[in-house]
């Protein structure tokens, strides 16, 4: 397959440069989470490429989701959770952004389908862009052609943009929401189990999606599917018990990793 | 062997289905129980109340004692405004109690309100009567239009803020985050994307809060008092249709009752095309197909 021998070829690109002038999208240094006192995530120091899919794997309860939903301040609204240390996007703390501009910028996608109920499939595209600022009415046209392109939807539902997202299957919905979070043109995407409630040929059109958009976005993808993490990414970091454990090019973690942890996990002799 | 064994399992089952059908029975009666007294009251009212209806009863002010005809016109109207006076409190209030109990529960002030709206509900209404009585009649010194749709509204907040509550506890939680995670701040991500999926709930809780109020009479009674003139300025005694038919239902006269039992036909009917128009409104409107 062409896509394998593209993410090689990047890959070795990528490798050549030096360190020094390779771009970092997301840097966390010390980043800890914890709810109530309890500790999901510990000391979390990882730097995140531009333009790559990074994947995050882990057993569950492993604090993946944790991570992947402290980048956008989606702890913000839990109860009892604390975030410390810092985040930098684009070298740039978080803290100096506004909250909304960097939900804007990070965006994300989520495990379940959650499109807006009492929305047709048009407005549900449009509905991040018309909420944080006015658009001419042609402007939206382009766009939501664009993201349901790109999100892999806009050929099924070209002739229905006025029907309710309700009516959509489970995955056409996951890639509605892809495009919406597209529409608002964030620079990061992170996906969070975004194929774990998807049959078979809509997980693998989602994966399609996540190859193209790498293009243009750099994209964290939290996965349970170790298959998924070896398939679409090019770095992934492995999580056990709050832990960063490693963190390397996919193809050496899952071919020659550094720590016992990893290989017992991803030979599926973990416990 | 397979014989024996069909025939114990074959005993089983009929016990089983035998169970099933008395329960499904039970249910029918118990459906049957909740619903006859309604038409019955339905019907015994229409069945009064229509015969004595007629256009002048939508006209016409009442008369006294011993001339015939007239009508509650200025009840009608003075029902109108109250619920209108009642709505303007007790809506706005209502729905943005419940938001804020659900939204922003984090807070203790959140929790006390929805225990200070727990005991509301349970407060009889003419209670709620006396509380405006004090709070407006006596300091103004009349009997008043005010008074009784603060009353109203008063009686509203808890059914509408409960409501609201529940409707907006069903809309998930992921839409929420689905909305902030694309930056949406967080007050529009309340208004116009939680709000307007729990809409079609929270419409159908304040028209039947509406249609309660309209048949209240007891907070009425020491507050906008009644009136048997037209009267639509706010700081004077104002009719109402519950109000009026009390009046009319103790009264001695066979006509007076008559009056009555057609109010309280209006009065059900209003309440009839009020859930009748909500039902229509919320029908199918997020249906699934296409």
């Known amino acids: 397959m062409e896509t394998a021998e ?7 690109v990528i490798e050549t440069v030096s360190e020094e002038k390779v771009k970092y999208t997301v840097e966390t240094e010390g980043l800890t989470v914890s709810f109530k006192g309890r500790e999901a995530i510990n000391d979390i120091n990882i730097k995140i490429r531009a333009n790559t899919v990074t994947s995050i794997i882990g ?5 993946k989701s944790t991570f992947l939903r402290s980048l956008n301040f989606m702890h913000d609204l839990t109860p009892g959770a604390k975030v ?5 996007i684009h070298n740039k703390n978080i803290d100096e952004y506004d909250m909304t501009e960097v939900r804007r910028r990070v965006g994300m996608v989520f495990q379940k389908p959650n499109p807006f109920p009492t929305m047709n499939i048009y407005d549900n595209v449009v509905a991040g862009i018309i909420m944080n600022k006015g658009k001419k009415r042609n402007e939206l046209n382009e766009i939501v052609e664009q993201s349901l392109e790109l999100a892999g939807l806009w050929e099924e539902v070209k002739d229905r943009l006025k029907v309710s997202a309700m009516a959509l299957s489970g995955g056409q919905q996951q890639r509605l929401c892809i495009a919406r979070t597209l529409a608002v043109n964030p620079e990061i995407i992170l996906f969070d189990e975004p194929t774990s409630a998807l049959d078979p040929i809509s997980t ?3 994966e399609e999606t996540l190859f193209h958009l790498k293009n243009k976005y750099t994209i964290v993808i939290v996965t349970h599917n170790m298959q998924q993490a070896a398939r679409v990414s090019d770095y992934t970091a492995y999580f056990f018990l709050g832990k960063l454990i490693e963190y390397a090019r996919t193809r050496t973690i899952f071919t020659s990793p550094r720590e016992k942890l990893t290989e017992d996990y991803v030979t599926g002799r973990f416990g | 062997m397979e014989d024996y064994y069909l025939k114990v399992s074959k005993g089983h089952t009929d016990r089983r289905k035998l169970k099933s059908r008395l329960m499904i029975i039970l249910c029918y009666v118990a459906a049957a129980m909740a619903i006859l007294p309604l038409l019955y009251i339905f019907f015994y009212t229409t069945m009064q109340g229509a015969s004595s209806l007629n256009i002048d009863f939508f006209t016409e002010l009442p008369k006294p004692v011993g001339e015939s ?3 509650m016109a200025n009840a009608i109207l003075g029902t109108l405004i109250l619920v209108a006076l009642g709505s303007v409190i007790g809506i706005p209030v209502g729905i943005f ?5 659900t939204e922003y529960s984090k807070s203790i002030f959140a929790n006390v309100i929805k225990f200070v709206t727990d005991v509301l509900s349970g407060i009889p209404s003419i209670i709620i009567g006396i509380f405006a009585y004090g709070l407006i009649v006596i300091p103004m010194k009349s009997f008043s239009a005010y008074a009784g749709g603060f009353a109203l509204g008063v009686l509203m907040i808890p059914t509408i803020t409960r409501i609201t509550e529940e409707m907006l506890k069903l809309v998930p939680h992921s839409l929420r985050e689905a909305a902030l995670a694309l930056g949406i701040p967080r007050w529009k991500t309340t208004l116009r994307i939680v709000l307007r999926t729990a809409q079609s709930g929270i419409i159908t809780g304040v028209l039947l809060a509406i249609a309660r109020a309209a048949g209240e009479t007891a907070p009425l009674l020491f507050t906008s008092f009644g009136n048997s003139f037209w009267s639509t300025s706010l700081d004077s005694p104002m009719a109402s249709i519950p109000v009026q038919i009390f009046n009319y239902a103790i009264s001695p006269y066979d006509e007076w009752h008559s009056k009555a039992w057609a109010g309280a036909f209006v009065l059900i009917s209003l309440v009839f095309i009020v859930s009748l128009i909500v039902r229509l409104a919320t029908r199918n409107k997020f249906s699934q197909t296409a």
């Open chain 1, 6 to 12: 593209e993410i090689t070829k990047e890959a070795a």
């Open chain 2, 69 to 71: 005809g007239g009508g």
């Open chain 2, 97 to 101: 109690a419940g938001i804020y109990i």
């Open chain 1, 59 to 63: 057993p569950s309860g492993c604090g």
């Open chain 1, 204 to 206: 693998s059109k989602i």
């Open chain 1, 84 to 88: 410390k240390g810092t985040i930098k």
